[in-house]
């Protein structure tokens, strides 16, 4: 596989994932401005009420995490551009090693790619927790 075809199929995988994110994030905002604002002001028993407490803070939990997962993915992107203006830069100036030791992939700090792992894990316990709920009721 030559790069070009790499970096097209890396470029596709990111902004393919990135789109999944948003999307996710969006659902998961939807649905909790909706269940909280339908389920305010009702009665419900002591079980019910925990796991509705539970299952509107997990989703709370979820949309943080993604938000900093999608900050990641948005950050990919300029560590990328920065990376080739910092080779093209240091090889204009003539300095070869330099350039050389510039990397030819930017990865993610660790914390945005435990932010991912995290929004989907915080997403799944609150929809367990709904169905949690909705036997309880």
Same mark, same amino acid.
């Given at each position: ?5 790499? *970096? ?10 990135? @789109?999944?994110?948003?999307? !996710?994030? =969006?659902? &998961? $905002?939807?649905?909790? *401005? ?10 419900? @028993?002591?079980?019910?009420? !925990?796991? =509705?407490? &539970? $299952? ?19 950050? !990919?992107?300029?560590? &990328? ?57």
């Amino acid at each position: 596989m030559t790069q070009s075809n790499l *970096s097209k199929y890396s470029k596709l995988k990111n902004d393919t994932n990135y @789109s999944y994110l948003r999307w !996710l994030m =969006l659902i &998961a $905002a939807g649905a909790f *401005s909706l269940t909280a604002g339908v389920a305010f002001g009702k009665p419900f @028993s002591g079980c019910q009420l !925990l796991a =509705l407490k &539970a $299952a509107l803070s997990m989703n709370v939990i979820g949309i943080l995490c993604g938000a900093i997962a999608v900050h990641g993915e948005s950050n !990919l992107a300029q560590g &990328a551009l920065r990376l080739v203006c910092d080779k093209e830069k240091y090889t204009l100036l003539g300095n070869r090693e330099a350039a050389a030791n510039v990397p030819d992939a930017y990865a993610l700090p660790w914390l945005y790619k435990i932010s991912e792992w995290a929004f989907y894990l915080s997403l799944s316990a609150s929809l367990l927790l709904w169905v949690v709920f909705i036997w309880l009721g």
